[in-house]
């Protein structure tokens, strides 16, 4: 059973729109974790937000973590082909353990 | 290269047999995971090791799974008796397990196909 809900789930767009994209949970967590997978690939690394409310900028991407620290969205300014991919929330409970969201798959056309 | 490795990157099996995937983490890194992936869904978690000690396994996990870490480097996966079900990508992971939250550093995964 998933407990984190990513929205939404499929994402086509145009390259040099703007996108968000939104995991939701009823869970506390320590931290959460932002990843971009790419077929054929294991998930990357993009950012870890610890703080509730915090926010944090990678280039064009913007993460934020909720007050509440139950839920995070991340925001892409002007996307480019390159951002394509499978984009993955994960909470993280205590030390150890990592709960991955349902996934965003991104599509960003020329 | 000093990444997660994983072998094989494809295996392809017929319903019944038995089947075993091995994954090679960042040297020194204690903790290992291993994770199930279907398409387009998030990785789901199967079984955590800090150092050769299985410390959690999932309970969506069947009997028919096993995992070890010998000497606490690398760690295999085994599936017996294959089902159609186990078909998915299956994907390690590894922790320096410092201070948290870590990073998870992915092996580019074995995916399994059940004829």
């Known amino acids: 059973t998933q407990l984190l809900e990513q929205s939404p789930q499929f994402l086509s767009i145009q390259e040099g729109e703007n996108l968000t994209v939104y995991c939701n949970s009823s869970?506390?967590?320590?931290?959460l974790q932002w990843y971009r997978q790419e077929p054929g690939e294991g998930p990357v690394l993009l950012v870890t937000?610890?703080?509730?409310?915090e926010v944090k900028k990678l280039k064009r991407l913007t993460f934020q973590f909720g007050d509440a620290r139950k839920d995070s969205s991340l925001h892409i300014t002007a996307a480019q082909p390159g951002d394509t991919g499978l984009y993955l929330c994960a909470g993280v409970w205590g030390t150890y353990k990592y709960i991955f969201g349902t996934g965003t798959r991104l599509k960003v056309l020329a | 290269d000093t990444g997660v490795s994983q072998n094989p990157r494809h295996k392809i099996t017929k319903r019944g047999q038995n089947v075993t995937f091995r994954c090679d983490p960042i040297?020194?890194?204690?903790?290992l995971y291993w994770y199930r992936q279907t398409l387009g869904q998030g990785p789901e978690f199967l079984t955590y090791f800090q150092n050769e000690a299985q410390l959690e396994k999932s309970r969506l996990l069947s009997d028919r799974f096993s995992a070890e870490r010998p000497k606490g480097s690398f760690s295999t996966l085994e599936i017996q008796r294959t089902e159609q079900g186990d078909s998915a990508m299956y994907l390690c992971?590894?922790?320096?397990?410092?201070?948290?939250?870590?990073?998870?550093?992915f092996g580019p995964g074995t995916r399994l196909t059940v004829l």
């Open positions: 869970s506390v967590f320590s931290s």
């Open positions: 992971a590894s922790t320096p397990g410092l201070s948290p939250p870590d990073t998870q550093y």
């Open positions: 937000v610890v703080t509730g409310g």
């Open positions: 040297s020194e890194h204690n903790r």
